[in-house]
Nanobody, 114 residues
Framework: QVQLVESGGGLVQAGGSLRLSCVASGAIFFINDMGWYRQAPGKQRELVASITRGGITKYGDSVKGRFTISRDNAKGTVALQMNSLKPEDTAVYYC????????WGQGTQLTVSS
């Protein structure tokens, strides 16, 4: 079984940067893809970025060129570096780990003020 704990959310001004971190514990050797999703009030949860065990990345269109995902397989960690933040990036960000099922963290709030 895998558990995920996120950290790094908060309040930041537009144009600023923030880094989210997620640590997996438990059976981390079963994890395939890891990623970050977000959900804004009244909207569906959407993919922000994902990364395979081999390091292949995928980004949502709205964050391409601004966000960078990275992971450390040995440590079971995944991070999201967010630059040039915009008010529309405001959401709860969830860490995701894919084994035979999807594992989710508890979420961390990011608020970007204009």
């Amino acid at each position: 079984q895998v558990q995920l704990v996120e950290s790094g959310g908060g309040l930041v001004q537009a144009g600023g940067s923030l880094r989210l971190s997620c640590v997996a514990s438990g059976a981390i050797f079963f994890i395939n893809d890891m990623g970050w999703y977000r959900q804004a009030p009244g909207k569906q949860r959407e993919l922000v970025a994902s990364i395979t065990r081999g390091g292949i990345t995928k980004y949502g269109d709205s964050v391409k060129g601004r966000f960078t995902i990275s992971r450390d397989n040995a440590k079971g960690t995944v991070a999201l570096q967010m630059n040039s933040l915009k008010p529309e990036d405001t959401a709860v960000y969830y860490c995701n780990a894919r084994t035979v099922i999807d594992i989710w963290g508890q979420g961390t709030q990011l608020t970007v003020s204009s």
